[in-house]
Nanobody, 131 residues
Framework: QVQLVESGGGLVQPGGSLRLSCAAS????????IAWFHEAPGKEREGVSC????????YYADSVKGRFTISRDTTKRTVYLQIDTPKPEDTGIYYC????????????????????????WGQGTQVTVSS
């Protein structure tokens, strides 16, 4: 049974830093795409950072490039999202998602794909960026 459990959310000041974690179980982490989606208040869920299946390349939405870093520790079966210099618009719920065999190399409009490309989701963790 696939399970994704996010943690690490909270209140962070603009310009600070925060690291989110996604503990994964029930599937082969290296054979699946893993993504972090951000759902801002009143907006659609958007993929912001992801790791593709296959070659494990990382991709980022333009809005977070240079500020967010995704990484994967297959030994610990955990995926991380390092958030540096957060902005108020980064506030929202962050979800971890996984999809076996999803190759993100050919995505054009959305680097991490869309919500419907992923079958497995965590429960989300709230991040609030405020001074």
């Amino acid at each position: 049974q696939v399970q994704l459990v996010e943690s690490g959310g909270g209140l962070v000041q603009p310009g600070g830093s925060l690291r989110l974690s996604c503990a994964a179980s029930g599937f082969r982490l290296g054979y699946s795409a893993i993504a972090w989606f951000h759902e801002a208040p009143g907006k659609e869920r958007e993929g912001v950072s992801c790791i593709s299946s296959g070659d494990g390349s990382a991709y980022y939405a333009d809005s977070v490039k240079g500020r967010f870093t995704i990484s994967r520790d297959t030994t610990k079966r955990t995926v991380y999202l390092q958030i540096d210099t957060p902005k108020p618009e980064d506030t929202g719920i962050y979800y971890c998602a996984a999809q076996r065999g999803l190759d993100l190399r050919f995505q054009v409009i959305a680097p991490c794909g869309r919500v419907w490309d992923y079958d497995s989701w965590g429960q989300g963790t709230q991040v609030t960026v405020s001074s």
